[in-house]
């Protein structure tokens, strides 16, 4: 909708936008509480609404998590943080093809939810590749009509074509290719280095929040991480 030379899906977007990222620094710290969608109550999210009370109390800015958790937390995040919802899924860890992931929230649902965001996955390298990225583009249609912010979390897949999902080149396509399709944030791998990590974002015109990744040894090597990616 546009009234006279104001886009009313844009003042959707920003204001959206602005329960996620700091103003001041453009930087966010989002606590991921979707992995039940895919994996089931694995360690330390068997109880979610004391992982989202837990996490509110830390200072987080955001929680991403899926619609059916949704409905559990909102007590504990409304007014304090805001909510980016999983809208894909429909595969498992048991299932023939964990990568082949459907559509299961319409965008439209999402605002009706009152959701900050929605994050789509992108599997580069996956046998489904092209229908996860056709999941993007069409979520991003969708979004821009809406003024809904669209998070693609590009995660490049090991196979017979990519050795290392964390290799530089790798990690670039996959950021630029969500930023193709109109995703308005990229979450993706940190490369490892804030050398090789300055040119993803250098390649990327939209901005790029990083993925937890694997379990580190201790606190220090997380927060060098945090430290080398924010450089």
């Not at 599997?123 to 979004?143: F, M, P, W």
Request: aromatic residues 6%.
């Amino acid at each position: 909708m546009i009234i006279g030379a104001v886009d009313m899906s844009q003042v959707g977007r920003t204001l959206r936008l602005g329960r996620i990222f700091y103003r001041k620094t453009g930087r966010t710290v989002i606590v991921s509480m979707d992995h039940g969608l895919f994996l089931g109550p694995i360690k330390g999210l068997e109880r979610p609404v004391d992982v989202a009370r837990k996490a509110i109390e830390g200072g987080a800015n955001a929680i991403l998590t899926s619609p059916g958790i949704c409905q559990h937390i909102v007590p504990e995040i409304s007014g304090c943080a805001g909510l980016i919802l999983r809208i894909d899924g429909a595969t498992t860890t048991y299932g023939p093809d964990f990568y082949d992931t459907r559509i299961i929230v319409s965008v439209e649902d999402a605002v009706r939810m009152n959701a900050d965001a929605v994050i789509v996955m992108g599997y580069i390298g996956a046998e489904k590749e092209s229908k996860t990225l056709e999941n993007i583009g069409s979520v991003a249609r969708e979004c821009e009509k809406l003024g809904m912010p669209l998070f693609a979390e590009m995660m490049p897949v090991k196979s017979e074509r990519i050795a290392d999902p964390y290799d530089v080149a790798v990690v670039s396509l996959a950021a630029r290719v969500g930023a193709e399709l109109g995703a308005d944030i990229i979450k993706t791998y940190y490369t490892g280095s804030e050398e090789t990590f300055k040119e993803v974002v250098r390649r990327c015109p939209v901005p790029i929040v990083v993925a937890g990744g694997p379990k580190m040894e201790s606190e220090g090597q997380a927060l060098r991480v945090v430290r080398e990616a924010i450089n």
